[in-house]
């Protein structure tokens, strides 16, 4: 395969893997299918649950145009937005996880062990 060909199946492949983020984003925000949320279990969690698709919503969205902009990132930049993928995801989540009530952490902690 050429160089060429790899990189228009690498655009392919990220903008369906962004498309299905994005779905799947919409879904738990707009339509508040928390259940597509890994490790969600309604009768446990007790916080606001509007919030909650809201906060992990727009990540997933988020998520799934950095997925379909990165391979136009990568030609532009080079290894650079590798980078500056990995920094974005990492600040993102770590926002994500800071919006965690104390009584969610207990029983997040309580979960793993």
């Given at each position: 395969?050429?160089?060429?060909?790899?990189?228009?199946?690498?655009?392919?492949?990220?903008?369906?893997?962004?498309?299905?983020?994005?779905?799947?984003?919409?879904?738990?925000?707009?339509?508040?299918?928390?259940?597509?949320?890994?490790?969600?279990?309604?009768?446990?969690?007790?916080?606001?649950?509007?919030?909650?698709?809201?906060?992990?919503?727009?990540?997933s969205i988020?998520?799934?145009?950095?997925?379909?902009?990165?391979?136009?990132?990568?030609?532009?930049?080079?290894?650079?937005?590798?980078?500056?993928?990995?920094?974005?995801?990492?600040?993102?989540?770590?926002?994500l996880r800071?919006?965690?009530?104390?009584?969610?952490?207990?029983?997040?902690?309580?979960?793993?062990?």
């Amino acid at each position: 395969m050429s160089l060429n060909t790899d990189f228009s199946t690498a655009i392919v492949i990220c903008i369906i893997t962004g498309l299905l983020f994005i779905l799947v984003g919409w879904l738990i925000w707009r339509k508040k299918k928390l259940k597509l949320i890994a490790g969600y279990d309604e009768k446990q969690y007790k916080g606001d649950k509007n919030k909650l698709a809201r906060v992990m919503g727009i990540y997933s969205i988020t998520l799934g145009i950095i997925i379909i902009i990165f391979p136009f990132l990568m030609e532009y930049l080079g290894d650079w937005s590798s980078w500056i993928l990995i920094g974005i995801i990492a600040v993102s989540y770590t926002h994500l996880r800071a919006h965690e009530t104390l009584m969610n952490l207990v029983c997040r902690l309580l979960l793993e062990k």
